[in-house]
């Protein structure tokens, strides 16, 4: 009996042993360009596919650490491990089209797929189609960071309506074909912002389940015709994909047993864990940048790209009111003379003043400033901010996040000869240096306790932007906070905390005394080593932490010293930590509008 089972192990090994060769030189063979990133990683899950009877109904498979074509750091080629012929890779012909391929830069953290870019970048592979009667399953590793998009789509044949995406204004996983409806429910997603999971989708007799992280989490009834073919992919330009990074996906006609399912989910976690860390001294910290855009309460952190402010009304005469150049929509009784607009009421009509549409865009912050000449009797109400406007002599200053593209000021109070006369009305974006004033104004708008009015203001004041505001820089540095970003994402942790006492959220944000600790070790010794992202090949990183040179945002808004310095943020002050170039201290600098990176502790 030993003998058998000895053989069926050498038999076994020997299979994979094979299959991994073939595999390996396909990849090498089909370009200099092309490359197996882990043989250990790509090996070891052919044998949990082997050993478990998942090998042969791979259609697709592809993990970070398996094989991939790269060309001018981006993703043109997959190699799929469907083993039966190794054919079905997914490809991007068009070098702007390609998702790039991130991470391995700190110890542990593995690769993955990230597409910051847009709809229209994304990896396609021969359609593989499912009708209702047969059995599919798909295991996907992402990790979500909390887009505020509606979808986003991770893969499917999204042209034909087949999708499987995330959807954040739910905060749900989703399920999507042309036979049905799009199902949510599929479990809160909120507490798994930022992490790695591991994701399946399985259809067999029409059930379909979806496992979270080896928890069966939904089991519908429905019609599970299915198709794909692409990866990555947004529904459109605009809905970018942003939030997402692919570390695995493997689709298999064959629905996996609940034994399947726990055998894949234990080797995928080994390799991908929550959050990719490293010890330094008694701390756990994070091996990556933070790349949040939502905190595990789902509140959204704002992209913001601009510098500074940007006025949106943006003829001096319109905003001066010097003349009428029909700019304005005038209801009856505002009228624009004299240099200066009066909203009025004639005891039935009421004065109404309106910006073109499109001035604002929804969801977004803006600072409305206007001056009030004249009051009598007026109550001022705008639909855009939601509610009544102050009407005092003098210059007046409101922030208020839009609530549609229009400004609107009406004078709703209908008794005869109630008017108001304004003048020198400004309407501003919100830019990066604008967020001080932002917290300071929402604070002093908001109602309630201290820390009611804090959490309000840091919803509103928390910003990020891509790493020298551009996309290229940001799929490698990552994203850059300010401090206000800092504290809200400590405040929802603790806020989760609090809710589920018994599942903490895991991780938290430096306090000042952490980044004191780490600043010990020297500033070399917490560098990426080598001039890739440093201007200077003098890190050793001999922590482990591989922090990169991503610049910094400045106090205007601007970006400076890329690959020269990076500000490592806390939650609790005004203060980040410098990591220089050419130097070997972590020195504490103040910090008002700047920005910088966020680094995780694990608790």
């Given at each position: 009996?030993?003998?058998?089972?000895?053989?069926?192990?050498?038999?076994?090994?020997?299979?994979?042993?094979?299959?991994?060769?073939?595999?390996?030189?396909?990849?090498?063979?089909?370009?200099?360009?092309?490359?197996?990133?882990?043989?250990?990683?790509?090996?070891?899950?052919?044998?949990?596919?082997?050993?478990?009877?998942?090998?042969?109904?791979?259609?697709?498979?592809?993990?970070?650490?398996?094989?991939?074509?790269?060309?001018?750091?981006?993703?043109?080629?997959?190699?799929?491990?469907?083993?039966?012929?190794?054919?079905?890779?997914?490809?991007?012909?068009?070098?702007?089209?390609?998702?790039?391929?991130?991470?391995?830069?700190?110890?542990?953290?593995?690769?993955?797929?990230?597409?910051?870019?847009?709809?229209?970048?994304?990896?396609?592979?021969?359609?593989?189609?499912?009708?209702?009667?047969?059995?599919?399953?798909?295991?996907?590793?992402?990790?979500?960071?909390?887009?505020?998009?509606?979808?986003?789509?991770?893969?499917?044949?999204?042209?034909?309506?087949?999708?499987?995406?995330?959807?954040?204004?739910?905060?749900?996983?989703?399920?999507?074909?042309?036979?049905?409806?799009?199902?949510?429910?599929?479990?809160?997603?909120?507490?798994?912002?930022?992490?790695?999971?591991?994701?399946?989708?399985?259809?067999?007799?029409?059930?379909?389940?979806?496992?979270?992280?080896?928890?069966?989490?939904?089991?519908?009834?429905?019609?599970?015709?299915?198709?794909?073919?692409?990866?990555?992919?947004?529904?459109?330009?605009?809905?970018?994909?942003?939030?997402?990074?692919?570390?695995?996906?493997?689709?298999?006609?064959?629905?996996?047993?609940?034994?399947?399912?726990?055998?894949?989910?234990?080797?995928?976690?080994?390799?991908?864990?929550?959050?990719?860390?490293?010890?330094?001294?008694?701390?756990?910290?994070?091996?990556?940048?933070?790349?949040?855009?939502?905190?595990?309460?789902?509140?959204?952190?704002?992209?913001?790209?601009?510098?500074?402010?940007?006025?949106?009304?943006?003829?001096?005469?319109?905003?001066?009111?010097s003349n009428d150049t029909l700019w304005w929509g005038k209801a009856a009784n505002t009228v624009i003379s004299n240099g200066y607009c009066r909203i009025e009421s004639n005891g039935v009509d009421r004065g109404k003043l309106s910006s073109k549409s499109g001035l604002a865009t929804v969801g977004k912050y803006y600072k409305l400033q206007y001056e009030v000449l004249y009051t009598n009797n007026v109550s001022l109400w705008s639909e855009d901010y939601g509610g009544f406007l102050p009407t005092s002599i003098g210059l007046k200053t409101v922030f208020y996040k839009a609530i549609n593209s229009q400004l609107t000021l009406q004078n709703i109070n209908t008794a005869l000869g109630s008017?108001?006369?304004?003048?020198?009305?400004?309407?501003?974006?919100?830019?990066?240096?604008?967020?001080?004033?932002?917290?300071?104004?929402?604070?002093?708008?908001?109602?309630?306790?201290?820390?009611?009015?804090?959490?309000?203001?840091?919803?509103?004041?928390?910003?990020?932007?891509?790493?020298?505001?551009?996309?290229?820089?940001?799929?490698?540095?990552?994203?850059?906070?300010?401090?206000?970003?800092?504290?809200?994402?400590?405040?929802?942790?603790?806020?989760?905390?609090?809710?589920?006492?018994?599942?903490?959220?895991?991780?938290?944000?430096?306090?000042?005394?952490?980044?004191?600790?780490?600043?010990?070790?020297?500033?070399?010794?917490?560098?990426?080593?080598?001039?890739?992202?440093?201007?200077?090949?003098?890190?050793?990183?001999?922590?482990?932490?591989?922090?990169?040179?991503?610049?910094?945002?400045?106090?205007?808004?601007?970006?400076?010293?890329?690959?020269?310095?990076?500000?490592?943020?806390?939650?609790?002050?005004?203060?980040?930590?410098?990591?220089?170039?050419?130097?070997?201290?972590?020195?504490?600098?103040?910090?008002?509008?700047?920005?910088?990176?966020?680094?995780?502790?694990?608790?």
């Open positions: 009996m030993v003998d058998i089972v000895n053989e069926q192990k050498k038999r076994i090994r020997y299979m994979y042993t094979w299959m991994f060769r073939r595999y390996k030189k396909n990849v090498v063979a089909d370009s200099v360009y092309s490359a197996v990133r882990s043989d250990s990683v790509t090996t070891d899950y052919l044998k949990v596919c082997q050993a478990n009877r998942m090998d042969k109904s791979i259609r697709f498979g592809w993990l970070g650490e398996a094989g991939s074509k790269i060309e001018s750091g981006r993703v043109s080629k997959l190699y799929s491990l469907d083993f039966n012929n190794y054919q079905n890779n997914a490809t991007q012909a068009t070098s702007t089209s390609r998702p790039y391929l991130c991470g391995n830069i700190a110890p542990n953290e593995k690769l993955g797929i990230k597409n910051p870019n847009g709809g229209g970048n994304y990896m396609t592979h021969l359609t593989i189609s499912f009708a209702a009667n047969e059995s599919w399953s798909v295991t996907t590793v992402l990790n979500w960071n909390g887009d505020n998009k509606d979808y986003i789509c991770y893969a499917g044949d999204v042209i034909n309506s087949y999708s499987l995406f995330v959807r954040h204004l739910t905060n749900r996983f989703g399920f999507y074909s042309t036979y049905g409806a799009a199902f949510y429910g599929f479990g809160d997603s909120n507490p798994i912002i930022g992490k790695n999971i591991v994701l399946s989708f399985i259809a067999e007799n029409g059930i379909l389940k979806t496992y979270l992280n080896n928890t069966l989490i939904n089991n519908l009834t429905t019609n599970t015709s299915f198709r794909f073919n692409s990866i990555i992919r947004g529904f459109n330009q605009s809905n970018r994909d942003s939030g997402i990074v692919i570390k695995s996906h493997i689709i298999r006609s064959q629905a996996l047993t609940p034994t399947q399912v726990t055998a894949e989910y234990t080797y995928l976690r080994s390799v991908y864990p929550e959050i990719e860390s490293v010890e330094i001294g008694t701390q756990t910290w994070s091996s990556s940048n933070c790349e949040m855009a939502a905190t595990p309460m789902g509140n959204v952190i704002a992209e913001i790209q601009a510098a500074g402010n940007v006025e949106k009304i943006v003829n001096i005469a319109d905003r001066e009111f008017c108001i006369d304004i003048d020198n009305i400004s309407i501003q974006e919100i830019g990066w240096s604008g967020s001080q004033e932002l917290y300071d104004g929402i604070y002093a708008q908001t109602a309630g306790t201290v820390e009611q009015k804090t959490y309000a203001a840091v919803k509103a004041a928390g910003f990020w932007r891509n790493c020298q505001t551009t996309v290229d820089s940001g799929a490698l540095y990552g994203k850059e906070y300010n401090k206000f970003a800092a504290l809200l994402l400590k405040i929802d942790i603790d806020y989760y905390n609090l809710a589920n006492p018994t599942t903490l959220w895991g991780y938290r944000v430096p306090l000042r005394a952490d980044l004191t600790t780490l600043a010990a070790y020297g500033g070399n010794a917490l560098k990426l080593s080598g001039n890739t992202y440093w201007n200077t090949a003098n890190g050793t990183n001999a922590t482990g932490f591989s922090a990169l040179g991503s610049g910094i945002v400045n106090a205007d808004g601007t970006n400076s010293a890329l690959k020269a310095n990076t500000y490592l943020l806390c939650s609790d002050a005004n203060f980040a930590r410098e990591i220089k170039d050419a130097d070997d201290t972590c020195n504490e600098v103040a910090i008002t509008t700047q920005g910088g990176v966020m680094r995780l502790i694990k608790v």
